[in-house]
């Protein structure tokens, strides 16, 4: 891993700069450049000009290449882009006023093939060889739409309509992606950088060890609540796992976990913290301006499933520990309470404050900002932790960085957008998708979710989520589906790949950490993670996980759920809360397989379409609960005797 050169750490601190400039001048209308009219495709190919000519002297040519190496051909990739990325910011109002989307001089359409290669090479620096391809077969796709099979057949572009559209048209590059980006995101990756640059990282670990690190399994308990909290800070499962994962691994192997068992710990919570509110990294933004709603909406429906998942881990931690009689670490090994919070309850002031300003008074694209501004103030004021120079450099670098990598691969996904809008398939996909699954939505959902899993094994979340957002969705939303269930279910599948084998990316990171054989750490982690699996199907089917139905639905789905969730943990775990360990042979098998089963009929979702009554469900439920109970206390009472 080399370092970046000087000069280039200083064009990432100026692009840092001038782009969160130009995103506070936009986002707060504050009217500077009153003289010249900025049309909004001036600012998006500004933001790009500041971005992309830098992801060809940050990410290297290729693997066997140092971080921050660069050759002669970087140095021209740069400059082509920057030369082609401020062509189009100069002639922005030509191609709005003269409609240059559909009809360009020869300026254009060379400038426009140079841009579509650009970003094309940029996507598979900064997402890989699987990512490129993807978007490559997209974008070319206009160009040979009329040749392809009945179901995906569209209408076909020249190269010159196909490149001119991507470049200039606001359904490609220009589009969703890209303005998600620029409305939403910037404050986000803002403040995620300067939580972790000021400490945020420590306060947490600290506070997790002073509030859990006692109770049984406590170590692991820490290591889910403090994945969570920074997880959600970053958007980076693997980043998350390499910052927590350091502390929390080698706390839990020291009170007793086994090092596979505490490498998919990690791994499960850092893949549930991105799905984690207020900040749920980039995809998330990205499906509120597809819903076009207010980004608050995704967060308020995306509580409950995250607080599911958090709950089933810390349930089966808690078995876990229970039945191998795992303690926690002495309180006089671990930090005050009341010290951690002195010493850092600004950050939890400006998280109070974030909160308040998305979910009360409903400014998204602003609040983060405004955070950032006090977390940095009062860090300043109060912290031993206190900027130099250095810091606000490194700081500076980072989101950078951050935005340089992040432009890059949202400015390329565009080109998957564009590539069925310019086809007319993105209108039609949906119908032909319906049809091949025999207007089955329970079937269309299995597809959606293989479908889900395997793009997300190869690509970006972002990357994986825009594809299935502009196909997929419509489809299951047009099944009678609610939108913003179907969304998530998307973004839920999406991110599975992290924990599954044979990707799994978050348990082989944790696995190092751990000294630990990568796929038993894998296989672990489906363990613990495997409500992940299925609560998709249920907030999907039932608007009630979702806070999309009333408060008193709501209520009883929540009570429903955390039995279900508890029985089924229990069941893989083989500790049932209240009565105890379940004993191996056959009766203890059969109690686990009733008690797993028993917790899917309480959870089960309350959808007319599935046929199944919900009183008759919990009734089963509670049935089979029962007759698992006297399993256990029978083979119980046999194993004493």
């Given at each position: ?127 890989g060889w699987m990512l490129f391809a993807v978007i490559l077969v997209f974008s070319i796709y206009p160009m040979v739409a009329s040749y392809a099979p009945g179901p995906i057949q569209g209408f076909q572009r020249s190269p010159v ?158 078995a876990y520990s229970a039945r191998n009689g795992l303690k926690g670490v002495p309180r006089a090994d671990l930090p005050r309470i009341g010290k951690v919070l002195r010493e850092g309850w600004y950050f939890l002031a400006v998280f ?290």
């Amino acid at each position: 891993m080399g370092t970046l050169p000087a000069f280039v750490r200083w064009l990432l601190v100026v692009s840092a700069v001038l782009l969160t400039a130009a995103s506070v001048n936009h986002l707060f209308n504050l009217g500077f450049f009153m003289n010249v009219r900025l049309l909004e495709i001036h600012y998006l190919y500004v933001m790009l000009l500041l971005t992309l000519p830098l992801v060809f002297l940050v990410f290297p040519c290729s693997k066997s290449d140092s971080y921050g190496s660069t050759r002669w051909w970087d140095y021209f990739l740069a400059l082509l882009a920057l030369i082609t990325c401020a062509f189009f910011a100069y002639y922005g109002r030509s191609v709005v006023n003269k409609g240059w989307d559909f009809a360009a001089p020869l300026n254009a359409v060379i400038a426009s093939f140079a841009f579509w290669f650009l970003l094309l090479v940029a996507a598979r620096r900064t997402g890989g060889w699987m990512l490129f391809a993807v978007i490559l077969v997209f974008s070319i796709y206009p160009m040979v739409a009329s040749y392809a099979p009945g179901p995906i057949q569209g209408f076909q572009r020249s190269p010159v309509e196909t490149a001119i559209f991507h470049a200039m048209s606001g359904e490609s590059v220009l589009g969703i992606p890209m303005r998600s980006f620029v409305n939403l995101v910037v404050g986000f990756m803002i403040f995620g950088v300067a939580m972790q640059h000021t400490g945020a990282g420590p306060f947490f670990i600290d506070i997790a060890f002073a509030a859990l690190g006692h109770v049984r399994g406590g170590p692991a308990k820490v290591g889910v609540l403090t994945s969570g909290l920074t997880g959600s800070m970053s958007g980076s499962v693997i980043t998350n796992v390499l910052t927590t994962g350091s502390i929390t691994i080698p706390a839990m192997k020291k009170v007793g976990f086994r090092p596979t068992y505490a490498a998919g710990i990690e791994a499960a919570a850092s893949t549930g913290a991105v799905l984690m509110p207020p900040i749920m990294g980039a995809t998330a933004f990205v499906m509120a301006t597809f819903l076009a709603t207010d980004y608050t909406n995704i967060v308020l429906a995306a509580v409950l499933p995250s607080l599911f998942y958090f709950f089933g881990l810390f349930a089966q931690i808690d078995a876990y520990s229970a039945r191998n009689g795992l303690k926690g670490v002495p309180r006089a090994d671990l930090p005050r309470i009341g010290k951690v919070l002195r010493e850092g309850w600004y950050f939890l002031a400006v998280f109070g404050l974030l909160i308040w300003m998305l979910l009360y008074l409903k400014r998204e694209a602003i609040a983060p900002f405004y955070a950032t501004a006090l977390l940095l103030f009062l860090n300043q004021l109060l912290s031993k932790s206190r900027w130099g120079r250095k810091e606000l450099m490194n700081f500076l670098i980072a989101t950078g960085r951050l935005f340089v990598e992040l432009v890059a691969i949202l400015a390329a996904v565009g080109l998957i957008v564009g590539g069925l809008a310019v086809t007319g398939m993105s209108g039609t996909i949906s119908n032909d998708l319906l049809f091949i699954a025999g207007g089955n939505i329970f079937l269309l959902l299995l597809l959606g979710a293989l479908t889900s899993f395997i793009l997300g094994m190869g690509m970006t979340v972002t990357a994986a989520y825009v594809i299935l957002a502009v196909s997929l969705a419509p489809a299951l939303v047009a099944g009678g589906l609610d939108p913003i269930g179907v969304h998530l279910f998307i973004l839920y599948w999406s991110m599975l790949s992290y924990i599954t084998p044979p990707v799994a990316l978050a348990a082989f990171a944790a696995a190092a950490i751990a000294q630990a054989k990568p796929f038993a750490s894998a296989f672990e982690a489906m363990k613990l993670g495997s409500i992940v699996y299925i609560i998709p199907f249920f907030f999907v089917l039932d608007p009630a996980f979702i806070l999309q139905a009333g408060p008193l639905e709501s209520l009883l789905t929540v009570l429903r759920a955390g039995l279900g969730i508890l029985l089924i943990c229990a069941g893989i775990q083989g500790y049932l809360f209240g009565v105890g360990r379940i004993e191996t042979g056959l009766p203890g098998t059969i109690a686990r397989v009733l008690l797993g089963i028993a917790g899917l009929a309480f959870a089960f979702p309350s959808n007319a379409g599935l046929a199944v009554p919900i009183l008759g469900a919990v009734g089963a439920g509670a049935a089979m609960a029962a007759v698992a109970v006297a399993l256990v206390m029978v083979s119980a009472k046999q194993e004493k005797a």
